[in-house]
């Protein structure tokens, strides 16, 4: 079995500082991992993925994630952020010999303050 | 292409009535999932599919009940609801490993 956790529900941040967002997995066997982000009374949508290569994968509107396979950690990180990226974000595995198979963690909400 | 299309976006029914919440894609995906989203639990996973006449249970199935006779069509079918089912229900289809397309989910209160 598969489980997600982030770390921290609830992130506040001021606007143009850097952030982190935590993300550690459980797997017995080697999993993809995602990133979604949910904005307000909204569906899901994806951030960025990591499916195989290079650790450090880059986003959409300057995300980017390292995957740290000893640490079965996948931390989200932006150097700047907006306003606008105010929403939840969630991280996500999904096994390989499992493909249907995509499990979510809590969700961490991202608040930007001017 | 319209994507994933759920129906309905917002049902109230009353304790132990059944209804049929239905989720349709047309990208000729393989798999396809329903998840219920409560507050502080994040997204979870309740049934899954990975093709036509396969389907699997997930984190969360007791309670509801699945099909898959077409690729298209994945209806999540709630027999007799209980107050604890009152959430949001997202439907998601994938291709393989890339990334899930979401419904735009479905807000169920169970009174």
């Known amino acids: 079995a598969q489980s997600v956790t982030q770390l921290d529900s609830q992130v506040p941040v001021f606007e143009e500082a850097p952030v982190e967002l935590r993300c550690n997995y459980s797997s017995s066997v080697s999993v993809y991992l995602f990133w979604y982000v949910q904005y307000p009374n909204q569906g899901l949508q994806l951030l960025l993925k990591y499916l195989s290569g290079s650790t450090l994968v880059k986003g959409i509107n300057g995300f980017e994630a390292e995957f740290n396979k000893s640490q079965t950690s996948f931390h989200l990180r932006k150097p700047s952020v907006h306003i606008s990226d105010t929403a939840e974000y969630f991280c996500a595995v999904s096994p390989y010999n499992q493909g249907g198979k995509l499990i979510f963690g809590q969700g961490t909400e991202l608040s930007v303050k001017p | 292409n319209a994507g994933v299309t759920q129906t309905p976006k917002f049902q109230v029914l009353k304790t132990g009535q059944s209804m049929t919440l239905q989720c349709a894609q047309d990208?000729?995906?393989?798999?396809m999932s329903w998840y219920r989203q409560d507050p502080g639990m994040g997204l979870r996973l309740i049934h899954y599919s990975v093709g036509a006449g396969i389907t699997d249970q997930g984190e969360v199935p007791n309670g509801y009940n699945v099909s898959r006779s077409t690729t298209e069509d994945f209806p999540l079918r709630l027999l007799s609801a209980a107050p604890s089912q009152t959430s949001v229900y997202f439907c998601?289809?994938?291709?393989?490993?890339?990334?899930?397309?979401f419904g735009q989910g479905t807000r169920l209160t169970v009174v």
């Open positions: 998601a289809s994938r291709k393989g490993p890339a990334e899930a397309f």
């Open positions: 990208m000729n995906h393989e798999y």
